[in-house]
Nanobody
Framework: VQLQASGGGLVQTGGFLRLSCAASGSIPIINTMGWYRQAPGKQREWVATATSIGSTHYADSVKGRFTISRGRAKNTLYLQMNQLKPEDTAVYYC????????WGQGTQVTVSS
């Protein structure tokens, strides 16, 4: 499974960004996909998860501001990030559980104060 994430960038506090992720390979629909992030000097932390049947879960730190969704195309994933804060600054990683954890290359999100 190869995961390609995109959509990061530089935004001001209160702004928004939309991250995208697509899984490629000869694979069926992946049940669980999600996002993690890693800020400088910190451990990677879970952000949100979405299943193929529509269940979503969020870390408390992003609940109410971020929305995770699965796309119409097979094994695509989005993260709409609103009301961004400087503490959201991190490299965001897409992941998909297919026999094991599979990770994308990460996309940088920087929120300026």
């Amino acid at each position: 499974v190869q995961l390609q994430a995109s959509g990061g960038g530089l935004v001001q506090t209160g702004g928004f960004l939309r991250l995208s992720c697509a899984a490629s390979g000869s694979i069926p629909i992946i049940n669980t996909m999600g996002w993690y992030r890693q800020a400088p000097g910190k451990q990677r932390e879970w952000v949100a998860t979405a299943t193929s049947i529509g269940s979503t879960h969020y870390a408390d730190s992003v609940k109410g501001r971020f929305t995770i969704s699965r796309g119409r195309a097979k094994n695509t994933l989005y993260l709409q990030m609103n009301q961004l804060k400087p503490e959201d600054t991190a490299v965001y990683y897409c992941y998909a559980f297919y026999y094991k954890d599979n990770w994308g290359q990460g996309t940088q999100v920087t929120v300026s104060s």
